[in-house]
């Protein structure tokens, strides 16, 4: 129930209410309370700083602005402000520390396709999953985890999921993909750390997050969503998309280390 006319904020904080005001004088938008609900993947305690309602998307006190819907039907166009970091080490290294690696790296793939400012070629994203998966030897596995740049908009989406089509062929319903942009927003250059941080942690739990909004089944992406629900998953591989203006786009390739621990 998206709204671009409207900023809704927490009802039970003043300070997201005087946020949502100053923003709403200021732009000539409507402003609206809203109860808020927690995500998560099972029982609310991965993600308990993130709460949605209705296309909302919020951290604990702070503003909730109505979010677009388009991946399926799924918000992600609203910006986001959230951070994640990965270490990036040697196995030995890691262990030498006491450290317990969470995921191996195992392939990356970038293009630079300079198709246009901001539409998105389908060649560009193929070319960057394909040498990600050559790479980690995984363009013929049966059961990867793509977290898709699903960033809500039919342009982006349809590409994406044409992209991912004509790469994984026969085999691309095997694959589960979620959209995590739905919950968190775009993050822009921090979008690629935080998914790939979600996304290992639905491999380490089985567990892998539904895209939020969704409204229905669009012809032009024909993949195997997670929706509605979380859903439960033995996939050890993730990939991890990330496509960006002016055709740069990379692919990154981890494969679960301590898969259910």
Same mark, same amino acid.
């Given at each position: ?30 402003? &609206? ?25 919020? *951290?604990?006190?702070? !503003? ?16 986001? #402000? @959230? ?8 196995? #030995?290294?890691?262990?030498?520390? +006491? ?7 195992? +392939?990356? +793939? $970038? ?31 049966? #059961?990867? !985890?793509? &977290?898709? @740049? ?33 919950? @968190?927003?775009? !993050? ?9 941080? !979600? +996304?290992?942690?639905? =491999? ?8 939020? *909004? ?33 055709? =740069? ?6 494969? &679960? $280390?301590?898969?259910? &621990?």
């Amino acid at each position: 129930s998206a709204n671009w006319g409207t900023i809704y904020y927490n009802e039970k904080s003043d300070k997201s209410r005087k946020m949502a005001e100053d923003i709403g004088q200021r732009r000539g938008l409507k402003v &609206s309370a809203r109860k808020l609900r927690v995500l998560d993947f099972s029982p609310p305690k991965h993600l308990d700083s993130v709460f949605v309602e209705e296309g909302v998307v919020t *951290n604990k006190g702070n !503003l909730a602005l109505a979010t677009a819907v388009s991946f399926e039907q799924a918000a992600a166009k609203e910006k986001g #402000d @959230h951070d994640a970091a990965l270490v990036l080490e040697t196995e #030995d290294h890691a262990r030498a520390r +006491g450290a317990k690696p969470i995921a191996e790296l195992a +392939g990356f +793939g $970038m293009s630079s396709d300079a198709f246009h400012w901001t539409q998105p070629a389908r060649e560009g994203a193929i070319g960057s999953m394909h040498q990600a998966c050559a790479m980690a030897g995984a363009l013929d596995e049966a #059961d990867i !985890l793509i &977290s898709a @740049h699903g960033t809500g908009t039919p342009l982006n989406d349809s590409n994406e999921a044409q992209a991912i089509n004509a790469l994984f062929g026969s085999r691309t319903k095997t694959h589960k993909v979620i959209a995590t942009k739905s919950a @968190h927003g775009h !993050l822009i250059g921090a979008s690629t750390a935080l998914q790939a941080a !979600l +996304g290992l942690t639905a =491999l380490r739990l089985g567990r892998a997050p539904p895209i939020l *909004n969704y409204l229905g089944p669009d012809p032009e992406c024909d993949l195997d969503f997670v929706t509605g629900e979380p859903r439960s998953i033995s996939s050890r591989t993730l990939l991890v998309n990330s496509f960006a203006f002016g055709g =740069l786009n990379t692919s990154i390739i981890f494969r &679960s $280390m301590n898969h259910g &621990s």
